[in-house]
């Protein structure tokens, strides 16, 4: 089994960077794709990165070009930077490891960012 946990959320100003972690644990060889998804104040889930273990990223629109993943492999964590934050950035944000049958998933619980002044 594998488990992800994030860390690193918390309160930005709006025009700030924050950067988020996402640790897996378990059978980490089982993960092909780890990815981001936010979810704000009454919206629904939406994908905002993702990495293969080929290093192969993806950025979806709402966060494309103010964001970076990363994958370091000696610690088991990808990281989510993030940068010029607005305040429609508020959200909880989750991490979800994609294994290689292309099928099962495991989230975390997620960490909430919150862009305000």
């Known amino acids: 089994q594998v488990q992800v946990v994030e860390s690193g959320g918390g309160s930005v100003q709006p025009g700030g960077s924050q950067r988020i972690s996402c640790f897996a644990s378990g059978n980490t060889n089982s993960i092909n794709v780890i990815a981001w998804y936010r979810q704000p104040p009454g919206k629904q889930r939406e994908l905002v990165a993702s990495i293969n273990n080929e290093d192969m990223t993806h950025y979806a629109d709402p966060m494309k070009g103010r964001v970076t993943i990363s994958r370091d492999y000696s610690n088991n964590t990808v990281y989510l930077e993030m940068n010029d934050l607005k305040p429609d950035d508020t959200a909880v944000y989750s991490c979800?490891?994609?294994?290689?049958?292309?099928?099962?998933?495991?989230w975390g619980r997620g960490t909430q960012v919150t862009v305000s002044s």
């Open positions: 979800m490891a994609l294994f290689n049958n292309y099928s099962d998933r495991s």
